[in-house]
């Protein structure tokens, strides 16, 4: 099992992806605030269905990948 230092975070997606936290909250219809916290915070994302899929589709990566970065 790797140690926290390698986990891969939600801030390690966004910026896989070559997108801001600007970029990331435009697509979603939230703040650049929100994604602050998403990525900074040590609570899990709350997020919808529909926000889930979309944060999928601009990141480009696996359920896998979004479930293991944002668990805290």
Same mark, same amino acid.
């Given at each position: 099992?790797?140690?926290?230092?390698?986990? $891969?975070?939600?801030?390690?997606?966004?910026?896989?992806? &070559?997108?801001?936290?600007?970029?990331?909250?435009?697509?979603?219809?939230?703040t650049?605030?929100? $994604?602050? $916290?998403?990525?900074?915070?040590?609570?899990p994302?709350?997020?919808?269905?529909?926000? $889930?899929?979309?944060?999928?589709?601009?990141? &480009?990566?696996?359920?896998?990948?979004?479930?293991?970065?944002?668990?805290?």
């Amino acid at each position: 099992m790797p140690d926290q230092s390698q986990q $891969v975070t939600l801030m390690d997606l966004r910026t896989r992806a &070559g997108l801001t936290r600007r970029k990331v909250a435009n697509a979603l219809e939230i703040t650049e605030k929100t $994604v602050y $916290v998403w990525e900074t915070s040590d609570n899990p994302p709350k997020m919808t269905v529909s926000q $889930v899929q979309k944060l999928l589709e601009i990141l &480009g990566c696996t359920l896998d990948e979004l479930a293991i970065a944002t668990k805290k």
